[in-house]
């Protein structure tokens, strides 16, 4: 299994550095922020070093999200959650911080301090389908 010795992920699942588990299974594991958005923040790895969402192999990718799910459930019966957060950033421009690719679920609770970053407002439409474009050219 792909490890990076300087990954502090790699460190947790090897045992080199503490963690608190709620889930595990052959290729993932799911351990407790230590800088929480809400109570229960999880982060959900999988056990093989992967950078990133562009760089994990599919089976990895669909391992990690199906642990992702229970710990949501999980947290929805036991912290009575009113809803959950799936958050991926991918990149340093899109404030990943700990490059081994990770899921982060995050319970939600009413009147919890979070709000979303940006403001929806309706797209230009020219914009929209020019991007359309590039996406599908
Ligand atoms: P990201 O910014 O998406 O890369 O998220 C990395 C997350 O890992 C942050 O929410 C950190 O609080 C969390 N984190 C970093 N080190 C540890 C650790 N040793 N144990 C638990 N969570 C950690
Ligand atoms: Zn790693």
Request: with cysteine; hydrophobic share 45%; glycine share 4%.
């Amino acid at each position: 299994m792909a490890q990076d010795p300087d990954c502090i992920f790699c460190k947790i699942v090897a045992g080199e550095l503490p963690s608190l588990v709620v889930a595990e299974d052959d290729d993932t594991v799911a351990f407790l922020d230590v800088n929480p958005a809400t109570p229960g923040h999880t982060v959900v790895i999988p056990k093989a070093h992967h950078r990133d969402l562009l760089t994990i192999d599919d089976d990895a990718l669909q391992a990690t999200l199906a642990t992702a799910r229970r710990v949501a459930a999980t947290a929805s019966d036991r912290l009575d959650a009113v809803g959950i957060n799936l958050v991926n950033n991918c990149g340093a421009g899109a404030w990943q911080t700990v490059f081994h690719f990770h899921v982060h679920v995050i319970p939600r609770y009413e009147d919890d301090p979070l709000r979303l970053p940006w403001v929806p407002t309706p797209g230009d439409r020219d914009e929209i389908t020019a991007t359309h474009a590039r996406l599908t050219a």
